[in-house]
């Protein structure tokens, strides 16, 4: 079982920067990939949550294209953490973002049941 823990959220005017971040706590030897999701305003399930951005173990990547040139994650295995670096933030990618673990495998990410974080906010006003 494993236990992720986000941090970075907040408030910015759009058009700043903000860094979010992840501590993945417990066995993660099966889990190769980590990831970032936001849950859309008006849905609640964990099945219902879009993918932001992904990193596998040797730092494969993929990113939503409503991301894509704007947001960068990255990965530190050894502390086992990810980072988000989100730049250029619009009203549009206000959501509660949560980090994932999960398996990156031939290009897609599939996230672990159990794997989830408590999420953080993420505001940017207009």
């Known amino acids: 079982q494993v236990q992720l823990v986000e941090s970075g959220g907040g408030l910015v005017q759009a058009g700043e920067s903000l860094t979010l971040s992840c501590a993945v706590f417990?066995?993660?030897?099966?889990?190769?990939?980590l990831a970032w999701y936001r849950q859309p305003t008006g849905t609640e399930r964990w099945n219902e949550r879009e993918l932001v951005a992904a990193i596998s173990s040797e730092e494969a990547t993929k990113y939503a294209d409503f991301v894509k040139g704007r947001f960068t994650i990255s990965r530190d295995n050894a502390k086992k953490t990810a980072t988000l670096f989100m730049d250029d933030l619009k009203p549009e990618d206000a959501d509660v973002y949560y980090c994932?673990?999960?398996?990156?495998?031939?290009?897609?990410?599939?996230?672990?049941?159990?794997?989830w974080g408590q999420g953080t906010q993420v505001t940017a006003s207009s």
């Open positions: 994932s673990a999960g398996r990156y495998d031939n290009g897609d990410y599939y996230p672990a049941a159990g794997g």
């Open positions: 417990g066995d993660t030897a099966t889990l190769n990939g």
